[in-house]
């Protein structure tokens, strides 16, 4: 079905299969060479990029709908990921932007239901950056990482909805334990310090960083060294699941 006619049909019967007026947002946070990567979406129809989002089945639930759309734009199940904001201010630029892209699918009208405000339900969610397969969906053209500090330009008021993830990942750095979706399954310590730093945007006492999350007692370390690495290979180590996931629910209690 081409594109402007699953428009009309949104127009004409999607209120009947979706929420009015709500919608989700999804911040994608990966980690890759030492940078901290967001997946953007080219948007079709609007100048910028977009986060992936989209509407709430009438019989979904809000937590449900954000899984779906994860698992859509990156190809991957089990997503860690967490509300952090609800965005319903006044002046959120829906009208302008909308009514070009509608106008451009051939929908005229400005009185149709997706032309009314909106507010966003804002998810972030860490995943593997190199187990994603990134996808783009019908009102976008392209699908792709950007570092989450060298943002281009975005539609709306996204570039907002990312620097409010950014924050609210920050802070979760300090009760709950991020390591595990976003390095491979063996890591070093340099390594997961490089992660830390990179989240906070600051250099982190390589002691001080070490005997705090070997204090959480997450962590595993293996007897083989990383190899090709002067003048003292560091082991590697491995998330205790175990551990983590009573980490996750009960916090660390530490201040990086």
């Not at 009185?111 to 969906?137: C, H, M, Q």
């Not at 907002?160 to 310590?189: C, H, I, W």
């Amino acid at each position: 079905m081409a594109f402007n006619q699953e428009i009309k049909q949104l127009f004409a019967k999607g209120h009947e299969s979706y929420l009015r007026n709500i919608s989700i947002d999804c911040i994608i946070f990966g980690f890759n060479a030492g940078e901290l990567k967001i997946l953007l979406l080219k948007a079709k129809f609007a100048r910028g990029w977009a986060l992936p989002g989209g509407l709430i089945g009438r019989e979904e639930d809000i937590d449900s709908a954000a899984h779906r759309t994860l698992e859509e734009r990156t190809g991957l199940v089990d997503i860690y990921m967490q509300q952090f904001k609800v965005f319903g201010q006044a002046d959120r630029a829906t009208q302008v932007v909308n009514k070009k892209l509608w106008e451009e699918a051939g929908i005229k009208n400005d009185k149709g239901w997706l032309f009314e405000r909106f507010i966003t339900v804002g998810y972030y969610a860490l995943v593997d950056f190199n187990k994603a397969t990134p996808s783009f969906d019908g009102f976008s053209t392209e699908a792709e990482w950007f570092n989450v500090y060298e943002l281009p330009e975005m539609i709306m008021d996204h570039a907002s909805l990312v620097a409010d993830a950014l924050e609210f990942l920050r802070l979760q750095l300090n009760y709950r334990p991020v390591g595990y979706s976003l390095l491979p399954e063996k890591f070093t310590m340099p390594e997961l310090q490089k992660l830390y730093e990179t989240i906070l945007g600051r250099t982190l006492d390589r002691r001080n960083f070490q005997r705090k999350i070997l204090g959480v007692g997450i962590l595993k370390r293996l007897k083989d060294r990383k190899v090709g690495v002067t003048p003292k290979a560091p082991y590697y180590y491995r998330f205790d699941m175990k551990k983590y996931q009573q980490a996750l629910s009960n916090g660390m209690g530490f201040q990086l």
